[in-house]
């Protein structure tokens, strides 16, 4: 991975742990099975990529760009989304352990997340319009001053998040989820 440019390459089972793989471009590349935890790719570019079942946690994105890039059963707890570079950002997870994951200030209209764990992370001024939150765990996750207008929350769970400091204008809740809408009157609903 010494090269800077790499084009249309897997990579299988490889360890970076902790080093610093910063200023590469990848692109169409697919990363299996691989550790990148504490690993600092940042001004690195990553394009029409793949990770599949991947430890990228702690992971430095500082103004990473990531346009069109799918993570699939990886591990991304405590990775600071909000570092990344804003141009054409673009990103889907499935299967992914977002924990205490950091997203606050990007835009992500649009963004599918599907049988994730995204327990306390945090999305504070974030653009979610039309996102999906589909089959998620969203416990103690942050949600202020976030766009959420048209996302679907249907089939997510345990969250919380207040109408008055959101934008939840036509938002898919079901109907016992919307119950976490009613999170900070203290309710009793039986």
Do not use: W
């Not at 010494?2 to 990363?31: M, N, P, W």
């Not at 405590?78 to 950002?89: R, Y």
């Not at 992500?108 to 974030?126: H, V």
């Amino acid at each position: 991975m010494q090269e800077t440019l790499h084009q249309g390459k897997e990579f299988s089972q490889i360890s970076y742990t902790g080093q610093r793989v910063a200023g590469r471009e990848f692109d169409d590349c697919t990363f299996k099975n691989c550790d990148f935890s504490h690993t600092d790719f940042s001004g690195s570019s990553f394009t029409d990529c793949r990770f599949e079942a991947c430890n990228l946690s702690l992971m430095k994105l500082n103004q990473v760009k990531l346009q069109d890039v799918f993570f699939q059963d990886c591990k991304l707890v405590g990775v600071d989304f909000g570092a990344c570079h804003d141009f054409l950002l673009s990103m889907q997870f499935k299967g992914c352990s977002l924990d205490y994951a950091y997203f606050g200030r990007k835009n992500l209209r649009k963004t599918i997340f599907e049988g994730c764990s995204i327990k306390e992370a945090n999305f504070t001024e974030t653009d979610l319009a039309q996102a999906a939150f589909r089959d998620c765990d969203l416990d103690r996750t942050v949600f202020q001053r976030t766009n959420l207008e048209k996302a679907d929350f249907r089939t997510a769970y345990h969250y919380t998040l207040d109408p008055e400091l959101n934008r939840v204008r036509k938002a898919k809740f079901s109907a016992q989820g919307a119950l976490g809408l009613l999170a900070k009157y203290d309710l009793d609903v039986q």
